[in-house]
T-cell receptor
């Protein structure tokens, strides 16, 4: 099992460009999440999907859109990138059948917006 | 006051030392507590959950003090491979259909030979 995979690993964009970050998990998990991690800010939830076909906003959704394509895949789209979106983006999943709800993270995408 | 606070460190300790970190949380209604480990430029990984009665996993011991609103992580017999950032995570109030996970900024540990 690959766990949670993310593509690309690195990306440089110019202000105003768009891109989609891809995430897939092969653990048959119901819930999937997108986080960003910035120095001095900790991990912040952008969007999450409790199950296939549903998505909800997290703490910092502005400037992003998501698609839960199927149970395996959850993509994050930046329609018009801004320098403030320079960050490390992590996708995560959890099975939601355990009390402690462990989050399984992908390796991250390092995004720079110039 | 931040919802979850950690001493950023760094904690520099020699191999074999015992080291402890605390994490304070502001919301007394917080439900569940976790310690994650994050290696440099890697993703966070669950180290252990923190139960009311405390729990131990090998060299690692986690404790919860609800009265003083903090959790702790004790690492005994430190190894070089323990060098990482340790993130405190608190599951708090409902936000939509999920309880909100609040992540601390982490405590950096460097174990030296």
């Amino acid at each position: 099992n690959a766990g949670v995979t993310q593509t690309p690993k690195f990306q440089v964009l110019k202000t105003g460009q768009s891109m989609t970050l891809q995430c897939a998990q092969d653990m048959n998990h119901n819930s999937m999440y997108w986080y960003r991690q910035d120095p001095g800010m900790g991990l912040r939830l952008i969007y999450y999907s409790a199950s296939e076909g549903t998505t909800d906003k997290g703490e910092v959704p502005n400037g992003y859109n998501v698609s839960r394509l199927n149970k395996r895949e959850f993509s994050l789209r930046l329609e018009s990138a801004a320098p403030s979106q320079t960050s490390v983006y992590f996708c995560a999943s959890n099975p939601r059948d355990r009390y402690d709800h462990e989050q399984f993270f992908g390796p991250g995408t390092r995004l720079t917006v110039l | 006051r931040k919802e979850v606070e950690q001493d950023p460190g760094p904690f520099n300790v020699p191999e074999g030392a015992t080291v402890a970190f605390n994490c304070t949380y502001s919301n007394s209604a917080s439900q569940s507590f976790f310690w994650y480990r994050q290696d440099c430029r890697k993703e966070p990984k669950l180290l252990m959950s923190v139960y009311s009665s405390g729990n131990e996993d090998g060299r690692f011991t986690a404790q919860l003090n609800r009265a003083s609103q903090y959790i702790s992580l004790l690492i005994r017999d430190s190894k070089l491979s323990d060098s990482a950032t340790y993130l405190c995570v608190v599951k708090g109030e409902w936000a939509g259909n999920n309880r909100k996970l609040i992540w601390g900024l982490g405590t950096s540990l460097a174990v030296n030979p």
